[in-house]
């Protein structure tokens, strides 16, 4: 942690000194009393004059890249976002993920439509919130610098997290922007080893010209995990008295597991650089309408903001979707005013000063690199066990490197150049080149594989507008192994008045057909050894709708998907193919309630697969899940459930009361003392001390009981059985209900013994 202070600490300096080195050296240090930064033009010659001071606003423009051709999205800078506390959470902003329990570790998505494409090295999918990729780069342009800082801290020194994350970002000048991200970590488990430690460093710099323009990342990223195989015994959680030397309470970490000295690394870096010429033509327009063109261009798709969904990993700067290449380089430094940011192009104005020359790109040329790199290291130095799925010879030093370079040229007509431009539309051809080096069988050598892929792709979007927005985008392989692989992706939105707000209406949807990647078709190391050269191609077609109501705080999706040759590992951690089709029908609903500072976020998940064995959806919901038949068997099992527990609740009321009248014997004496014999029951442990309290706040009201036990009676009556335990249920809570107490807890029946004593 301290080699990672210092490192801040000296490019924040080194940061500083460029934005010194852009300042006129004046006595007043370019900064008006508040702080805020001064046009050096505006300063007086002497301190003794009465002048008037004029101080530039700061001004901060953001924005993401796509990783394919480079576009452009603007983002708000926003640094106090709503939730801020839950963005380190691995669960996710809503709970959503599922992870093995420390901060770092792997993690999958309880929703199927959240999840992300698989990357092409597997081994960095399950760290998706902690692996930066191009696309997930803010880049600025700013007249003062940019700063943000975090830091997370939770636990203590056994199992302990802390989290710190630096973003900085400076403007050299008008055009020329550079800045740096770090991102460090470490979570401790709750057993021996489990933790993770990681570590990611980035520079990132852009060059906006009128009409050369720049955009570059170089991306680095470190990850050791320490992986145990589970608790050697159950019983320290479900008996800790059995165990231990029949100490009740130890630290976890003390808890013997299997697998002590086994972990996993993963390292990745790349560099990535995007790049465009723009031709176009000068038109000399009134001030007043360049200014307008600009605010337009920047700002054009600004309600369109609900299509894109906001990232909930980063750190306040939430998305909003605007035109991706209508950023011209004066709409992104003047906007609503021309002259007093200093940051503006300078542009000689004609002689009527009512005029000026403005840029309008008509073509772009575009060209994107992206060089990467990838090493997977998996070490276990163990006793040799048989049983163990990972070691069974002792020793195990598996490692894969994936190599690739990726080029893309394109060139793109600009939407809005003229009246009859409503479109853009963009061309674009790709080439990868991708090498993986894995071990040989014996250890010692290396089998290496090369791929190349080409494809052909294009794009057709408006973004510009207030009502209707859309975009179609698809590209289709030619060569070697991209030959048969296709995407089309398709995105609308419509935006319309109802009830005195803008409501959106949102339509996606996309077709696939894909090779599997690389690592699910091919790995060799110690254990596990496949190629699966004959895979076949995935085919998924997904439509999606979604409604939003910003007024009321609504948001609904839904849609579905059919996969036709589902990838996925079996339960022998081997990669396999369902021949057959799948669909997922999903469904979502978020409404939020505010009052004053009060608010309330609720969110409501239905899916389903149409194959839980192969793609199970339900156990990302809970861990126990068990198939009782036909539809209508959960709801039997549900009654029945409840009328034993209300048997059960009957038996331990009487033999509290029979206990206590004969001997004296309170309930929570009477629980301690079965809990060591075979009529221990969770009943009698949990409402012993509400019993002798006499206080019954429901958890499940009485009501609800007779209600259910109602339904039980019927489902007796319908199988032609008497139960002589079920009547003396039911006739009790027809007895509490008689009696006013249906709010109280079920538990109250209690109450009728005391009656009868009495009596």
Known sequence: MRRILLTYILLSVLGLLTVQAQRTLNTLDNRDRYGNQIDPSTQPDSLDTSTDVQSI????????????????????????????????MVDGMTGQYNFLGNLGSPRLSRIFFDREDDEPTIFLAPFSSFYFRPDQMFFTNSNVPFTNLTYYKAGNKINGEERFKSYFSVNVNKRLAFGFNVD????????????????????????????????????????????????????YITRPDTMAEGKKEYESTTIPVNLEQTSNRNKDFYVYLTQRYRLGVTR??????????????????????????????????????????????????QANNLRLDSLNNSSSLPEDTNFIEEFVPVTSFIHTIKVERSRHHFRSVEAANENANYNKFGVSRDSTTAFSVKNVFGIALLEGFNKYAKAGLTAYISHKYSRYDLMNKDSITVDRFTEQEIFVGGELAKRQGKTLHYSVDGEVGIMDKALGQFRVNGNMDLNFRLWKDTVNFIVRGFVKNTLPSFYMRHYHSNLYIWDNDNMEKEFRTRV????????????????????????????????????????????????????????????????????????????????????????????????????????????????LHLAKAVAGIEPETFAKAASYGGAQTFYLDSKAEVLQKGDFTPAFAAEYMHK???????????????????????????????????????????????????K
């Not at 007043?288 to 909930?312: D, L, Y």
């Open 284 to 333: 000399r327009v009134l001030k007043e309408e360049a200014a307008k063109n600009g605010i337009q261009q920047s700002f054009a798709s600004s309600n369109t903001a609900a299509q894109i969904k906001p990232s909930v990993e980063t750190d306040s700067l939430n998305t909003i979707g605007l035109s991706a290449d209508s950023l011209s380089t004066d709409s992104l430094m």
């Open 708 to 758: 259910d036990l109602s339904l039980a009676k019927e489902l007796c009556a319908q199988a032609g059985l008497v139960f002589d335990g079920a009547e003396t249920a039911f006739r009790r809570y027809e007895e509490v209900m008689k009696a006013g107490w249906g709010k109280e807890d079920f538990s109250c029946t209690y109450k009728l013994f005391d009656d009868e004593v009495q």
């Open 57 to 88: 606003p700061p001004k901060l423009y953001m924005w993401k890249i796509s990783e394919t051709l480079g576009n452009r999205t603007i983002v708000p800078a926003d640094t106090a976002n709503l939730n801020f506390q839950n963005t380190n």
């Open 184 to 235: 460090y970590l470490y979570g401790r488990g709750y057993y021996a080893n489990q933790s993770t430690s990681y570590f990611n460093a980035g520079i990132f710099g852009s060059y906006i010209g009128e009409r050369y323009q720049l955009q570059a990342v170089y991306n680095n990223f470190f990850m050791k995990m320490n992986e145990n195989g589970g608790i050697t015994n159950d019983g």
């Open 544 to 655: 999606e709708g979604e409604l939003n109501i910003g007024r009321w705080g609504t948001n609904l999706r839904a849609g579905v998907e059919n996969i036709k040759n589902y990838t996925y590992f079996n339960q022998s951690a081997m990669p396999t193919q369902h021949s057959g089709n799948i669909q997922v029908l999903s469904a979502t609903l978020k409404q939020n309630f505010r009052a004053g500072i009060f608010h309330l976020d609720n969110e409501v998940v239905w899916q389903k697969s149409s194959n839980e064995t192969v793609l199970p959806l339900l156990q990302c919901m809970g861990s126990n899940i068990i198939y009782l038949g036909e539809n209508g068997s959960g709801l039997v099992m549900k009654l029945c459930h409840n009328l034993l527990v209300a048997e059960i609740q009957n038996g331990v009321n009487e033999v």
